[in-house]
């Protein structure tokens, strides 16, 4: 975050950070992490109901709750796009070369 000092972000902290991203892993709530190859930012795919509750999980992330960092929350839904591929049988049709 802006006004953010590097020297904030103590091994500590940054230890403290890490298990509780893998213990929202191993809970099935943080499904990926990243992060971005072009800003130092990270992206988390979770499984929440809704966006207020993917904040509240954030929100208990020690950089988080420090002020140290913050997220932007995008709510996603599934691709439909391969329902187009499949019958009635939800099977998909073989493509047969010409």
Request: proline residues 8%.
């Amino acid at each position: 975050m802006p006004g953010v000092a590097d020297d904030a972000f103590t091994p500590a902290v940054l230890r403290a950070e890490a298990e509780h991203l893998w213990e929202l892993h191993l809970a099935g709530v943080v499904r990926q992490s990243f992060f971005r190859a072009d800003r130092h930012e990270a992206v988390l795919m979770l499984e929440a109901d809704s966006p207020e509750a993917a904040r509240t999980v954030l929100n208990t992330l020690p950089l988080v709750s420090a002020g140290l960092i913050g997220f932007e929350v995008v709510p996603l839904r599934a691709y439909p796009g391969f329902a187009r591929l499949f019958g009635d049988s939800g099977v998909a049709s073989p493509r047969v070369p010409n």
